[in-house]
C-alpha cells in the first residue's frame, strides 16, 4: 500500500532543511518499521514550500498505528533533533492503490 504525503513548510529555508537534513534521516530510519520510502521532492512552483514523499507499508499494515510508531520512535526524534516542528504547517496523507498498469506495485 502506497501512501502520497505532502508537507508545508513555513519557509524555502525550512523546507531546504527539512528534505536535505531530516527527511534524508527518515529514508533510512523509516525501513526499521517497514516503510520504504519511494521518492521525495519538493515543490518548485511560485511561492509554494512543499515537500512530497511516495512511501510504501506492507499490504496488511496499518499505516496510522505504523505513524505513530515511529513518530513516538528515539530514532524519529533523532531524525528531527535540530528541526522546529512549527516550521510545518500543515501534512496531507493519501493512501493509494496502484492501478494494474502502474510500474509500481
Known amino acids: ?3 502520497l504525503r505532502i508537507y508545508t513548510l513555513r519557509t524555502p529555508r525550512a523546507l531546504q532543511q527539512y528534505a536535505a537534513v531530516h527527511w534524508a534521516r527518515h529514508v533510512v ?3 526499521c ?10 515543490e ?25 510508531e515511529v513518530m513516538a520512535s528515539a530514532e ?9 516542528a512549527d516550521d510545518i504547517v500543515a501534512v496531507q496523507t493519501m493512501l493509494l492503490d496502484p492501478a494494474t498498469c502502474s510500474p509500481l506495485h
Not at 524519529?76 to 522546529?84: C, K, L, Q, Y
Open 29 to 31: 530510519t523509516f525501513p
Open 44 to 68: 518548485s512552483d511560485g511561492d509554494a514550500h512543499r515537500l512530497v514523499a511516495l512511501i510504501s507499508f506492507r499490504r496488511d499494515a496499518d499505516p496510522g498505528r505504523i505513524t505513530g
Open 1 to 3: 500500500m502506497f501512501q
Open 76 to 84: 524519529f526524534a533523532a531524525d528531527m533533533a535540530g528541526f522546529d
Open 33 to 42: 518499521f517497514g516503510v520504504h520510502t519511494h521518492g521525495v521532492w519538493t
